[in-house]
């Protein structure tokens, strides 16, 4: 069930709504939009009785929600979502860059990285601390080490730091020293570490699981939600198919499909989308043409001795390129 408040209604008419929900054991997300705030519910096994919300002061429309998500919807909040950080932002006018190595290996290699990336005008800096990895026996990350690297470089260029959190422990360390949580493609249905994603205060990048639809990829996004974390920014990065001449297939237009349904904002990785670095601009291009919110890419300063996904990772002359190019598409594709 979702109320819709009138545009007109006060936040004193809103926290009685709110009220109103939790007295019958049931949790409100009031979630503001630029006319007015719609409360969604959650929390209830079957129907709701709808008519006990419509007489209440500053009410506009009860309604029955009959989609399996209800948090991530247009119906809840008809405008895009902005996930703001400081200054910086995801979804709204400027293009998101998420840029950095796949994993932090070494001061010098991270440091060297983030100089490229904070030249390019990039707001946010990516690195794995901690790697899921396919086999046990590859790099796994440098843990506690890389995360002093990274609240190093945080310090030092101003850049956000986003890692992935393999387990529920990690959050607790991002929350420290992070700024924005991702949830990696093998986790995008690890209930309990997306329910405690939705218990921070940091907004989480959810990876779309390597064989998930768009329903399943929405519906983890909505536990993120309903435990009342509504900063959340979806990241294709493509899903198994019989295609050989890519790592994965790079599914673009589940950017227009979302937007049909979702008001959260969604970026592409064009790097494990494709598992080559000369495909990565010309996906990135593609990206941005059909009009996601942001990129998330893979840089080294040394592809070539990269401890993990090294034929995908650009250098830093071929990354400041791309944002050349996407930065010039974005002005010509760009909502007014
Ligand atoms: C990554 O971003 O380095 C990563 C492991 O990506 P994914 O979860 O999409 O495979
Ligand atoms: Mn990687």
Same mark, same amino acid.
């Given at each position: 069930m979702l109320i819709v408040m009138k545009s007109s209604a006060t936040a004193r008419e809103i926290d009685a709504v709110v009220e109103n929900i939790e007295f019958i054991g049931l949790r409100a997300h009031p979630l503001a939009g630029a006319t007015r705030t719609a409360i969604g519910i959650t929390g209830n096994t079957g129907v709701i009785d709808g008519r006990r919300f419509e &007489?209440? /002061?500053?009410?506009a429309e009860v309604i029955r929600v009959? %989609? +399996?998500? %209800?948090?991530?919807t247009l119906d809840l909040r008809p405008e895009k979502t902005i996930v703001r950080l400081g200054d910086a932002t995801i979804g709204g006018a400027e293009l998101a860059i998420i840029a950095g190595p796949? /994993?932090?290996?070494s001061s010098q290699q991270a440091f060297a990285v983030a100089e490229a990336v904070k030249q390019s005008g990039a707001r946010f800096f990516r690195g794995g601390v901690w790697k899921p990895r396919? &086999? +046990?026996?590859t790099f796994q990350g440098l843990g506690k080490k890389a995360w002093g690297i990274m609240a190093e470089i945080r310090e030092a260029f101003g850049l956000k730091i986003v890692t992935e959190a393999? @387990?529920?422990?990690?959050v607790d360390l991002i929350e420290q020293h992070g700024d924005i949580i991702q949830i990696g493609a093998r986790s995008m249905q690890n209930f309990s570490l997306l329910k405690r994603a939705g218990r921070s205060k940091l907004p989480v990048l959810l990876k779309r699981g390597m064989a998930a639809t768009l329903e399943e990829w929405l519906l983890a996004a909505e536990y993120i939600m309903a435990e009342?974390?509504?900063d959340v920014i979806l990241c294709e990065r493509g899903v198994r198919t019989f /295609?050989?001449?890519?790592?994965?297939?790079? @599914?673009?237009a589940s950017v227009p499909a979302i937007r049909r349904i979702s008001h959260l904002p969604v970026i592409i990785d064009p790097s494990h989308g494709t598992g080559s670095a000369y495909m990565v601009t010309p996906l990135a291009r593609a990206a941005v043409a059909v009009g996601a919110d942001g990129l998330m890419v893979e840089v080294h300063n040394q592809p070539e001795v990269a401890l993990s996904d090294g034929a995908q990772a650009l250098t830093p002359l071929e990354y400041a390129e791309l944002i050349r190019q996407v930065r010039a598409i974005r002005a010509l594709v760009a909502p007014r």
């Open positions: &007489s209440l /002061a500053g009410v009959t %989609k +399996p998500y %209800k948090l991530i796949c /994993a932090i290996e396919t &086999s +046990p026996y393999v @387990d529920e422990s990690h009342g974390n509504y /295609a050989q001449h890519t790592r994965n297939t790079l @599914d673009l």
